[in-house]
C-alpha cells in the first residue's frame, strides 16, 4: 500500500503505477485513479501551485506536443481535443472536473507524484478533482485543475471516490520543507543512515498539532523506522 510522503525514483514511481509515465497527466489508468507528475521547481515546464498552506494543488495543463509543426508551443492554447476529436488529457480531466461541479458524479480519485530533484520523487498521496477552468497567461488560454488533498482511500483501484462526503482533508509537505530536510538529513535516514525506503516524517503528528510548515517539525526515515515510530503513537 503506498504512503503519502513516500521518497521513489522514477523507475520505482513506473512500476508501482504498472506503466512508463512519460506525460505528466495520465486520466484512468488501467480504468482506475489518475496518476498526475507535478513540480513547482524553478525551470518546471508548467505553472503548478500549492495553496492554502498544502491542501490545495492547482495544477495546469499541458501543451501541444513540441512537433516540426508546432515548434514552440507555449505560444499557443493548451488544446483540449486530438486531431482526430477525441479528447486528449486535457480534455478528459477538465470533463471530468465538470460532471462533479454538476453533480453528476463523485469526483475522480488522482495520485500526485512530485519531482523534488534529478531522479527523486515524492509521493504526494491522494487527490479528488474538484474543479477545472481556462484562463489567460501570457496571451494564451491554459488549463487550470483544483485539486484538493485527501487521507489514503480504501480502494485505490477505483477511478472516481464514492464516499467523498465523509473524506477527511489533509495538508502536503511544501517542495522547499522537503528540499531543506532532504540535504540537513543527507538525503538518508536519521535512525540508522539507510538510503533505501524513506519518507518524510512529522517529529510531531500533525493529528497532534504539528506543522508541515517548517522543516524542524520533518525528519527522514526509512520504512522500518517510520513503522517503528507510527507504531507508538496511541
Known sequence: MAAENEILSYFEMCQREGTSLQRGMNFRLHGGHSVVLMSVRPNAPYQDEVQEDGAVLIYEGHDHPRTSETPNPKSLDQPEFLPSGNRNENGKFHKAAQEFKAGKKAPDLIRVYEKLR???????????????????????????FRLEAIEEVVDATAAVDSEFKITKHRRIIPTHVKLAVWKRDGGKCIKCGSKDELHFDHILPYSRGGTSLKAENVQLLCARHNLQKSAKIE
Open 118 to 144: 534529478k531522479g527523486i520523487w515524492g509521493y504526494n498521496g491522494f487527490f479528488h478533482l474538484v474543479d477545472s477552468w481556462q484562463q489567460s497567461e501570457g496571451g494564451r488560454k491554459v488549463f487550470k
